[in-house]
């Protein structure tokens, strides 16, 4: 399952460091990996991971790809949204934005 994250339009974007710890502070221990096809955080212990899109060490927008596994209920979708919630970041869906926290 894919989450669509991102700023709200009338928002600067956030930088990679204000994610990373958005997320250790919710107890998640974040790996940015930067690869040719694009900048990825992996979570240790899970198998959900976050598409980033960055530029220059800012984002504005992101996918929360969550783990389709058996063990599904143990993957960190809430604390994730969590985290980008305290950012002030919103969900995005066909039917338009919604809150995260």
Known sequence: ?????????????????????????????????????????????????????SVRGLSSSATVEIAEEEEDEQEPRESILRAFGKLGWVGEDRDGEFPLI
């Open 1 to 53: 399952m894919e989450i669509l994250v991102k700023v709200p339009e009338s928002s600067p974007p956030t930088t990679l460091k204000e994610i990373l710890n958005s997320l250790r502070q919710e107890h998640l221990v974040p790996r940015h990996e930067q690869k040719s096809w694009g900048d990825w955080i992996y979570l240790d212990s899970y198998l959900t991971v976050i598409s980033i899109e």
